[in-house]
Structure formats: C-alpha cells, structure tokens
C-alpha cells in the first residue's frame, strides 16, 4: 500500500524558516512526480508545488514562488519543502501528494499524506 | 493563472439521489482536469483523472465527463458514504488550481 508520511509542522513566527518532509514507501519513487498541496483551516485546497521524478521540472503556486524550495531525495524515498520568509496566510495543513506519472504533467493527487499542521503567527 | 470555478458551493440532497456538480475553467485546460472528495478531517481522496477515468476502486456510481473549459461530476445513486466536500483540479497548465469546492449535505 502507498505511504506518505509528512512531519516538520510546527508553530513559527513570520519571517522564519520551516522544512516539511514526507517519507514515502509502498511504490516505487523514482516513477512519479511528487506535490505538495495545502488548505488553510477550514478552507479549500490550494496546490504549492511540484516535482517530476528527476528533480528537472519543478512547479510553483505565485504564493509561494521565491520563497520555498521542492525536492526529492530518491535515495531515501523522500520529499522536502523547505519554507522561508513565512507568513501568516501560509498557516495551513500542508500534505504530500504522488502524482500520476513521472512527470509533473499528470494530476498531482493520486495519493495523500495525512498532513502536517504549519501555523504561522507571532 | 487558470480560475477554476464550482457549482453549486453547497448541494443537499437525499440518499439515492442522482446530483450533479459542474466545474468551468476560465481558459480551456482540454481534458487535464480532476476530481478528489474529501471528508472532514481528511485528507482528499482522488476520484477521476484526465476528465473522465475512474480511478481504481472508485464505485462506478462516480461518473463525469466534459473538456475545454465545462466539466461535471455526477453521482448516479448517492449512498451515505457521498457525503463530502468535493474539488475538481486542472493540471493543464502551471500552478495547477483548485475550485473552490462544493458540499454535499444530507438533506
């Protein structure tokens, strides 16, 4: 069975950093694009993210452009966001999403964490 | 950016009852368009890919169809299980938005 399991939510002020990671397990890596998708509490669903299954292709939301960074280990089976100059609207549920294919041209949410709380505020 | 726009927000409906819920997108996104559910406390599940493919182990009462820029979601039979907040998704092109939703309630 697919795993994704995101952990490094945390209570941070504005302005500091925060890296979220995701270890995954029960497929193989390597084939598929992995995202990163968010919602703020009690709101809708908002994509951060992305990155195909090599590291060349990497998205980004015009929200989060410029201040956070995708990537993927695939020796260790695992995804990272690292998050800096964090604000306020960033506070959100942040879960890790397996994409459809390898590329990040597939839909993005084939398969979900159970998401890791960031919550932003001074 | 691609908005990508629900109706209704909010549905109620009674167990056994055929819905429909649209999707437009505000420039045509072809067929990259998805639907999740998902359930309070929950993280979404994925229900249709490429506007039309049911994912696997998906109840063939999830049906949908549509390109260009009009999509729908339908539920043939609504069984108790149904009742959530459902999205659809475009990944036609970069950032890859989500509507807004729509709540289906028990009526």
């Known amino acids: 069975d697919v795993q994704l399991v995101e952990s490094g939510g945390a209570l941070v002020q504005p302005g500091r950093s925060l890296r979220l990671s995701c270890a995954a397990s029960?497929?193989?890596?390597?084939?598929?694009?992995m995202h990163w998708v968010r919602q703020a509490p009690g709101k809708g669903l908002e994509w951060v993210s992305g990155v195909s299954w090599n590291s060349y292709t990497v998205l980004y939301a015009d929200s989060v452009k410029g201040r956070f960074t995708i990537s993927r280990d695939n020796g260790k089976n695992s995804l990272y966001l690292q998050m800096n100059s964090l604000r306020v609207e960033d506070t959100a549920f942040y879960y890790c999403s397996k994409g459809g294919c390898s590329s990040t041209d597939c839909h993005s949410g084939a398969s979900w964490g159970q998401g890791t709380l960031v919550s932003v505020s001074s | 950016d691609i908005q990508m726009t629900q109706s209704p927000s909010t549905l109620s409906a009674s167990v056994g009852d055929r819905v429909t819920i649209t999707c437009r997108a505000s420039q045509t996104v072809s067929s990259w368009l998805a639907w999740y559910q998902q359930k309070p406390g929950k993280a979404p599940t994925l229900l249709i890919y490429k506007a039309s493919s049911l994912e696997s182990g998906v109840p063939s009462r999830f049906s949908a169809g549509g390109s260009g820029t009009e999509f729908t979601l339908t539920v043939s039979s609504l069984q108790p299980d149904d009742f959530a907040t459902y999205y659809c998704q475009q990944y036609n092109r970069s950032p890859y938005t989500f509507g807004q939703g729509t709540k289906l309630e028990i009526k």
């Open positions: 029960g497929f193989i890596f390597t084939d598929y694009a």
